[in-house]
């Protein structure tokens, strides 16, 4: 089998396990809501040479109406100024520094309305073209994305004893069992650790992997390139 024919039929079994992850039930569009279309995204990614086949099903925000389909919208961001900080107090205190990456960040989040979506080319069910699906997850695309997973995250950090800080809403911060700091940064999918022990920093990627698909990306030697 040929490199390009596996990598496509690899590519559709993942497309198609990101559409039962997603998608909820089957039904009837409930009288006055309108469906959200979407489209695939595709792209290719070169590897050492081999070529990586990616989809991504991306809702069209922009049939949303608000205060209907999504009530605020919210992207975490942390703050130059904040990072600034950061570097500068693990430079003072010789902390450790790493960098974490989300997969499918937006798929993490949880949707509080009721979403109403068109099938996904490729995928509609024979027989049942009327249908629409009801979603269950966020989705790329949503006017609310970002906001959902955020809202997740958020929830984690402080389920696990971390503070959240006024001033940048995106800096999360604990004291271990010495006094040191723990500090951790979020810039949409991307974030950092910094703790004065390797294992404290271990501890953290580790509850962290097991809450979201985390890439680890080990020491930091480049953000935000």
Partial sequence: MSTAISGNLLCRKRLRLC????????LNCPKG???????????????????????????????????????EVFSPVVKMTTLRVLFAIVAALDLELDQMDVHTA????????????KQPEGFVIPGKEHL?????????GLKQASRQWYKKFDAFMLKHGYKRSHADHCLYTKRD?????????????????AAKKRSTVDVLKKQLKSAFSMKDLGGLNMFLE
């Fill in 19 to 26: 559409i039962q992850i997603i998608l909820g039930t089957w």
């Fill in 33 to 71: 809501r309108k469906t959200i279309p979407n489209k695939w995204v595709y792209k290719i990614k070169i590897v050492d040479d081999i070529p990586k086949y990616k989809g991504r099903l991306v809702a069209k925000g922009y049939a949303q109406t608000k205060d209907i389909d999504f009530w």
């Fill in 106 to 117: 937006p798929l993490h989040g949880d949707i509080d309305e009721e979403l109403y979506m």
């Fill in 132 to 140: 629409v699906c009801k979603l269950n997850r966020s989705l790329y």
């Fill in 177 to 193: 069992e010495n006094g040191s700091p723990i500090i951790l940064v979020l810039y949409v999918d991307d974030m950092l650790i």
